[in-house]
């Protein structure tokens, strides 16, 4: 299997109304982070898959791309589960690393009363007869509830008591679920919506000398996605973060920005950085989406988005810390978008989309249509469209801030691969 993907993902959305009030200043982290040791998790039992993937070669473009234009794809994995589960396998054999135990996940997907989709319900889930919670989130866009116990430290349930509650208060509905590949259908005396009270937006780049295309991209178009992604969640909270990296013998390892509500001091952040170095080593990526743990991120109602814009993987023996950054992440909340950039080392794709998978974010990806910086290969998946990228990055926001999943209108679709359906691979 050819896993070599070049990938770039870029973020910057849907942001409604910032204020220059409230600026928060981090220290600037110099050194390597403190590393956490863990065990890699073991597929307890071997899972479903579906067939190999069968990948399509790319037609030829229904659109002729404007020169200049950046465009990429995406692909949810959370949706395409067995696929993604045969690529894990094959992947961590040919790269000769561990994998994240998605065995026995809980699926589900909410619906209200009136038989919509009931995104934002806050839902606990425990061990049958427990007291206390190993998760405690809400229902995402369109109501799915995708969540993996073995990486929450529950690697062996087969049954989970889930208690969902209504934002009225009153008594928790609880309904049990068996884990594993089947999606429950699960009807609601109420319903559900999804108004997030606040945005944590927080930016973790590579700024090695390869990324010089994408910090520029990063830097001039974020005005742009942020306006055009305001009516999405009118009034909402927004605040902005920003985590730099480089490679161990560059000037610095990481450099921690923490958060903003001022746009425009974001963007001096951004500009400030210059892409360079990246010789010595390779890069800090664990490190770096640990630091990001650290930021201050807000508890409760609201959206924990972390887009992560890289070229080059960690050393091998940091897949561990990189896992374990990635379970922090799930265990408040935080969804991890990889955004990965034109000469994505196999490697990396691999620990960016199980980040993705685990903590319910996407994997997004560069591609050749805009005739613009470095050749991108055609990824590892079987289906996806191909849009502008800061469209994309609108749509992906939207998504998450409205809880309704947001597809590209055709008219904006430059060329599709496999058959795709609203983020699903039917081939």
């Keep these: 299997m050819k896993l070599r993907t070049h990938l770039i993902i870029t973020i910057a959305t849907l942001i409604g109304g910032c204020s220059t009030t409230d600026l928060q200043q981090r220290p600037a982290i110099t050194g390597a982070q403190t590393q956490a040791v863990i065990e890699a998790p073991v597929m307890a039992e071997a899972m479903p898959v579906a067939p190999a993937m069968v990948i399509v070669p790319p037609p030829s473009p229904r659109v002729a791309p404007a020169a200049g234009v950046v465009t990429a794809g995406d692909i949810d994995d959370t949706l395409n589960l067995s696929a993604f589960l045969r690529y894990q396998g094959e992947a961590s054999s040919e790269l000769r690393l561990p994998k994240a135990n998605f065995n026995r996940p809980v699926l589900a997907q909410l619906r209200g009363s009136d038989g919509a989709p009931a995104p934002g319900v806050r839902i606990t889930l425990h061990e049958p007869g427990a007291a206390d919670p190993f998760y405690d989130g809400y229902s995402g866009v369109d109501g799915n509830v995708t969540v993996f116990p073995a990486t929450l430290g529950q690697s062996r349930l087969r049954t ?122 390779p890069e800090v990526v664990a490190d770096a989406l640990q630091a990001a743990m650290q930021l201050d991120w807000r508890r409760g109602r609201g959206e924990r988005l972390l887009f992560q814009v890289g070229d080059e993987p960690p050393r091998a023996s940091q897949t561990r810390t990189y896992y374990d950054a990635a379970r922090t992440a799930a265990a408040n909340g935080i969804q991890i978008f990889g955004l990965a950039a034109s000469g994505v080392e196999d490697r990396l794709e691999f620990l960016m989309r199980q980040g993705s998978v685990v903590t319910g974010g996407r994997y997004l990806f560069l591609t050749d249509d805009s005739g613009v910086g470095f050749s991108h290969a055609e990824p590892t998946v079987s289906c996806y469209q191909v849009t502008r990228l800061n469209d994309l990055m609108v749509r992906v926001l939207r998504s998450e801030l409205t809880g309704r999943r947001v597809e590209a209108a055709p008219s904006d679709v430059i060329r599709e691969v496999g058959s795709y359906d609203n983020g699903r691979c039917r081939n």
Excluded: C
């Design 160 to 281: 989970v008591e889930m208690r969902a509650f209504p934002d009225t208060g009153g008594p928790a509905v609880v309904t049990t679920l068996q884990t594993g590949q089947t999606q429950h259908a699960v009807t609601l005396p109420f319903t559900g919506t999804w108004s997030p009270d606040f945005l944590d937006l927080v930016f973790v780049v590579d700024t090695t000398g390869s990324m010089a295309d994408e910090l520029s991209w990063l830097a001039q178009e974020i005005r742009e996605i942020t306006r055009n992604a305001q009516s999405a969640a009118p009034g909402v909270d927004i605040r902005f973060g920003l985590v730099v990296y480089k490679a161990p013998a560059d000037p610095y390892v990481i450099k921690s920005y923490g958060f903003t509500r001022n746009l425009t001091q974001f963007r001096q952040w951004v500009a400030s950085e210059r892409s360079s170095g990246g010789a010595g080593g």
